[in-house]
T-cell receptor, first 112, second 113 residues
Framework: EAQVTQNPRYLITVTGKKLTVTCSQN?????MSWYRQDPGLGLRQIYY???????DKGDVPEGYKVSRKEKRNFPLILESPSPNQTSLYFC???????????FGDGTRLSIL | RKEVEQDPGPFNVPEGATVAFNCTYS??????FFWYRQDCRKEPKLLMS???SGNEDGRFTAQLNRASQYISLLIRDSKLSDSATYLC??????????????FGTGTLLAVQP
């Protein structure tokens, strides 16, 4: 089954404790992206990747890192999480940047 | 001005009604356009792509007006199951290899029995 898989689905952690949210897709998609969704602000792009080893900042990249060492995986790293990063996060992928995106189920992060 | 703007709603309509959503975008270099549907606390799912000539999928019709920089979604014969938030999405080129997907904040539709 074609899918985008994110882990974990839910995480409660404390300020400053490094965490990684994994994202994997099995559709051989070139384009992958991370979003955060906050009430009243909608979905905002954090980082995106056009292909392996090619990443670029979205609209809200501060406090996040990503890597794209292989095509299927695009982890999101929070080196020193802070409470303002409490949000619902989605990973998505598509064949290329002009094609519709497939979304993972989402990861709800709470930073205390 | 926001890059992609939608009326947040909510739109409360009776079953069987026709409802239309509009979305405006600011970047004239935008290349592709989509409507997504998002149910509460779930992931967005593609409803339909929007093509220059307009396109229809069952009860749903999408249209693009490049001159006025807006896209629209028409839902005919609304069903209770259409209740959701509808997201307008625009892919914009900002020069070179920089492409961004910009999401509207969504329009909430509530179909009443």
């Amino acid at each position: 089954e074609a899918q985008v898989t994110q882990n974990p689905r839910y995480l409660i952690t404390v300020t400053g404790k490094k965490l990684t949210v994994t994202c994997s897709q099995n559709m051989n998609h070139e384009y992958m992206s991370w979003y955060r969704q906050d009430p009243g602000l909608g979905l905002r792009q954090i980082y995106y990747s056009m292909n392996v080893e090619v990443t670029d900042k979205g609209d809200v990249p501060e406090g996040y890192k990503v890597s794209r060492k292989e095509k299927r995986n695009f982890p999101l790293i929070l080196e020193s999480p802070s409470p303002n990063q409490t949000s619902l996060y989605f990973c998505a992928s598509s064949l290329n940047y002009n094609q519709p995106q497939h979304f993972g189920d989402g990861t709800r992060l709470s930073i205390l | 001005r926001k890059e992609v703007e939608q009326d947040p709603g909510p739109f409360n309509v009776p079953e069987g009604a026709t409802v239309a959503f509009n979305c405006t975008y600011s970047n004239s270099a935008s290349q592709s356009f989509f409507w997504y549907r998002q149910d509460c606390r779930k992931e967005p799912k593609l409803l339909m792509s929007v093509y220059s000539s307009g396109n229809e999928d069952g009860r749903f019709t999408a249209q693009l007006n490049r001159a006025s920089q807006y896209i629209s979604l028409l839902i005919r014969d609304s069903k209770l199951s259409d209740s959701a938030t509808y997201l307008c999405v625009v892919n914009s080129n900002y020069g070179g290899a920089t492409n961004k997907l910009i999401f509207g904040t969504g329009t909430l539709l509530a179909v009443q029995p």
